[in-house]
């Protein structure tokens, strides 16, 4: 009988029913995270929200909020120190917190760029050089976030780290929050993939605000054909341009247009098709699982964290609108060549903000295509939020 007892005292006292109390201490905030999840989830799968960001983030939520399973426990102090056990083994270590390293080198974001570059066409940029401009306007967000992050008393380098989350760019995100703020990588990679992974409701109504009618429904020209040869040259000259002037910006841009120079130079298929897919795929799981197990409930739900995720949020609404704001300039020069939507696209979410100004603008005109003409700021924008994220790294590396 006392042989039945202990067992079922074992079972209790290493049940995730018993760890919710432990200390003596309810841990409400692990069972709001799992409520968090869930609902990321429901968006993923029902709503179709990028579920190929959101399902892992969101399930990595839920693994790393589950009373007791010490997934990502780090009792030797390999990546954070605040929780050292005495006499502990590296292999203890949570296998999430394992695959994390690869978020805290920065390998994960340079590989993803590597991917991205694979998948990118930069002809329509290359076509109209102008949506440069739209791509650089959309990284307004960043600098109005940062302004605001120094007034609310967080340093520079925690304020550069929050800012470019309006870049819309995960990766980039997670690269300057590593280098500049370790300890925020956490809450700003969340905020950073969770708004774009949402920027189908997050961009409409702003993009209907500030844009009338009338320049909603303007279709736009096609696009001149790019040569094969502008295609091959234009990676490395952006390459050495950005890597001259802004030498830390090299890891992202450089494996960036690496990824696009396997696309176009039409030598290396089996290399491009793997970055594009096998290598993309696994980066993205181990990516998402990894930041998604970052938002424990006790570190996550604090005043510090949601201001971070308010001003992530205000962040991606400025870039937003800056690339609008943009495009009703142009729509004036051009006399109404430009449809200002395509300015929205300018936030580097590749090519989730193209869909939606594509979307936006078939709602008003059910014949324009704007498809192409918004993959020019978009990938634009992913070329400006990296040069950013260097201008700020020299600015602020410590």
């Known amino acids: 009988m006392e042989m039945i007892k202990n067992v079922l005292v074992g079972l209790w006292e290493a049940s ?12 409400w905030q692990n069972l709001v995270m799992l409520l968090v999840a869930c609902v990321l989830l429901y968006f993923a799968i029902a709503k179709k929200c990028e579920p190929l960001l959101l399902v892992p983030i969101a399930f990595g939520i839920l693994l790393a909020n589950l009373p007791g399973a010490g997934l990502m426990d780090d009792p030797t102090g390999l990546m954070d120190t605040s929780n050292v056990v005495a006499g502990a083994h590296w292999y203890e270590t949570g296998v999430l917190r394992l695959i994390y390293a690869g978020v805290k080198s920065s390998v994960f974001p340079c590989l993803i760029f590597l991917g991205v570059g694979a998948m990118t066409d930069f002809g329509p940029l290359l076509s109209n050089p102008v949506s440069l401009l739209l791509g650089a306007a959309a990284q307004l967000g960043i600098y109005i976030a940062f302004i605001i992050a120094i007034l609310l008393g967080f340093t520079p380098q925690e304020a550069a780290s929050i800012a470019i989350i309006g870049g819309a760019d995960g990766p980039t995100a997670i690269f300057v929050a590593s280098k500049l703020a370790a300890e925020l990588l956490g809450p700003i990679a969340i905020a950073a ?14 993009m209907k605000l500030l844009t009338t009618e009338k320049e909603r429904k303007v279709e736009m020209k096609q696009l001149r054909k790019v040569s094969k040869i502008e295609k091959i040259v234009f990676p ?49 799981i181990m990516l998402g699982l990894t930041v998604g197990a970052t938002a424990n409930g006790q570190s996550f739900l604090q005043i510090k964290t949601l201001m971070i995720v308010g001003l ?34 300018g936030v580097s979410a590749v090519p989730m903000a193209a869909r939606v100004a594509q979307s936006e603008g078939r709602k008003y005109n059910p014949t324009n295509f704007l498809l192409m003409h918004a993959m020019g700021p978009n990938v634009a924008g992913v070329i400006g939020s990296a040069v950013a994220a260097g201008f700020l790294l020299a600015m602020f590396a410590k």
């Open 193 to 206: 993939y969770s708004y774009m992974a949402l920027i189908p409701f997050i961009q409409p109504p702003i």
């Open 16 to 27: 995730g029913i018993n760890a919710l109390f432990a200390g003596g201490v309810f841990h």
């Open 312 to 345: 992530g949020l205000l962040a991606f609404c400025f870039s937003t609108a800056g690339g609008v704001l943009l495009g009703k300039l142009l729509y004036v020069i051009t006399k109404g060549k430009v449809n200002p939507l395509i300015g929205a696209a």
């Open 236 to 284: 490395v000259v952006v390459l050495l341009i950005c890597a001259f002037m802004l030498p830390s910006v090299a890891p992202l841009l450089g494996m960036l247009m690496l990824g696009n120079l396997f696309r176009e130079c039409g030598v290396v298929e089996r290399l491009s098709d793997t970055a594009q897919n096998a290598l993309m795929n696994i980066v993205t």
